[in-house]
């Protein structure tokens, strides 16, 4: 799990996974995994992660590499230096 | 490079019947590159490793399954469009199909179905059991999934019977001969404008009109209302687009989970001891249906077709060729699975493709049919059943699904 090239760079902490929406087909195994962190939206069948959640790494590279339409990328992970990713997405949220 | 010393034939249907060909598919995997495949005058690239079919099945923008065709051999233009479902499709239009029925077979709305699963597995085991044997494919491998998916769609479940014997004769589609005369069922379509070739499409198209109607009328929360009401960017699916969706729900819904059910049954009874594991430890359960998936291998190819000029395994692919991924040769891949032919129920990890090498056709029905598999298992755990089967199974004459049409099996115990 650590050969993961975003994962070496950046120290182990916290994550937050972003899904590709032309690219998740709503399988729902993200939901599986994580029923905590992700969701699979009822009228869209788009797979998100929950807002104010995030996943130790380990278990956010879980879901990137068990994505079966490789839908999911790691985002942002804290204390790294890739924060901006988050803030891009929330502006997008807002 | 190895050469190809031999010309392997693997799309014979006969060459089925007693099961999948692990060494000539052994002898392919030892080849470097892919290996040219000879078919009806022309060819494909089988790829038979895990590794390669992984790379096709996950790169869905090389490797079309809208073009020519998602079975072996090609469909002309107009046949193609007639036939398009789900399977045989691209991004975006792929993405706008699956996205109408994905929801209901994510693996938390799945969950809801597991006490009407359970009920269904008991009576049909009860049944098994109360007999002291028998058929096992028509007393539970078959009814098991057919009433569950049914259930799932809306379906009235008296139909069970007749959609069961419909799929078994789509699945006679793929191969070379068929039982049924081309106006069956009052078909009058030319044959090769249904799926699988066969007149029992048109009678499953039929079946699902009558089922459109009387949904239409009084809409209920089934996956048919579903397929009929579900719009997406304000468009409802075509009559085309829900003819196929049904006729596929209804084939994928119950062929394949009662391959899998059927296999599992005599993997089990050939391997008492690996069911002992499991009666001693039922916590292993999780693992034992990954495992039973892997040795079934319900579906055994699927195909693509290169949309561009592409290279796999150092094999150069030219636009326009056909490629055709061998689950059940990478299913069995010894660079992946240590001692692969051994029935090993705590296999973990255990990346089958019973569900397809990933990417976006995966498997729509893979929790669903995890789930089923996993209840028929507990519930036969709870029975303490030990099973032995007589005689020789029969099994479809196909290169497409490993199916088992029947096999006797008695009650050991």
Redesign the interface.
């Given at each position: 799990m650590t050969n993961d090239t975003k994962g070496e760079s950046l120290e182990p902490g916290n994550a937050r996974v972003v899904v590709d929406q032309?690219?998740c087909?709503?399988?729902?195994?993200c939901?599986?995994l994580e029923?905590e962190a992700m969701e699979?939206d009822?009228d869209?069948?788009?797979a998100s992660m929950i807002e104010g959640t995030v996943l130790p790494l380990e278990r956010a590279q879980k879901l990137v590499t068990e994505c079966?339409?490789?839908a999911i990328s790691i985002g942002d992970i804290e204390g790294s230096q890739t924060s901006q990713n988050v803030e891009q997405q929330n502006a997008e949220e807002r | 490079m190895t050469t190809v010393a031999f010309v392997p034939d693997v799309t014979t249907s006969d060459l089925y019947l007693d099961g999948i060909p692990h060494e000539t598919f052994a002898q392919m995997r030892a080849v470097d590159g892919l290996v040219w495949h000879p078919y009806e005058g022309g060819g494909f690239w089988a790829a038979t490793r895990h590794a390669d079919v992984l790379t096709i099945s996950k790169d869905s923008e090389r490797f079309s399954s809208a073009i020519g065709h998602t079975n072996l051999w090609d469909l002309e233009a107009d046949a193609l469009e007639a036939r398009r479902s789900l399977i045989d499709s691209d991004a975006p239009e792929h993405t706008r199909l699956r996205r109408v029925v994905s929801k209901a077979f994510t693996p938390k709305n799945i969950r809801a179905w597991e006490e009407v699963t359970r009920n269904i597995a008991v009576r049909c085991l009860d049944d098994f059991v109360a007999q002291g044997g028998g058929d096992w494919v028509d007393l539970v491998a078959a009814p098991v999934p057919i009433n569950v998916i049914l259930t799932i769609m809306g379906v009235p479940l008296e139909d069970a019977d007749l959609l069961v014997e419909l799929s078994n004769y789509l699945v006679e589609g793929t191969g070379e001969t068929q039982s049924l005369a081309p106006d069956a069922f009052g078909n009058t379509t030319e044959l090769r404008l249904l799926p699988f070739n066969s007149p029992a499409s048109h009678a499953l198209f039929e079946y699902g009109g009558k089922i459109r109607e009387v949904r239409e009328a009084d809409p209920k929360e089934d996956l048919v209302t579903r397929l009929i009401f579900a719009e997406i960017d304000g468009e409802r699916l075509t009559k085309s687009e829900y003819q196929n969706f049904f006729q596929l729900v209804v084939f994928a819904g119950n062929e394949t989970t009662r391959t899998a059910m059927s296999h599992a049954a005599m993997a089990l009874a050939a391997n008492p001891h690996q069911w002992q594991r499991l009666l001693d430890d039922p916590s292993m359960i999780d693992s034992a249906v990954e495992e039973l998936l892997r040795w079934a291998s319900p579906v055994m190819h699927m195909r693509r077709t290169a949309a561009v000029d592409a290279e796999v395994a150092g094999t150069a692919i030219a636009k326009g060729d056909k490629v055709v991924m061998w689950y059940s040769s990478a299913n069995f891949d010894e660079a992946v699975f240590a001692d692969p032919q051994i029935l090993d129920l705590s296999r973990d990890p255990n990346p089958h493709f019973a569900f397809g090498g990933g990417g976006s056709h995966y498997c729509l029905g893979a929790f669903l049919a995890r789930m089923e598999l996993k209840i028929l298992l507990e519930e036969m755990i709870r029975r303490d059943l030990r099973l032995s089967v007589v005689g020789e199974p029969v099994r479809a004459p196909s290169n497409f699904v490993q199916g088992v049409l029947s096999v006797d099996v008695e009650i050991t115990k």
């Open positions: 032309d690219k087909v709503g399988v729902g195994k939901e599986m029923p699979v009822e869209t069948a788009i079966p339409s490789s | -």
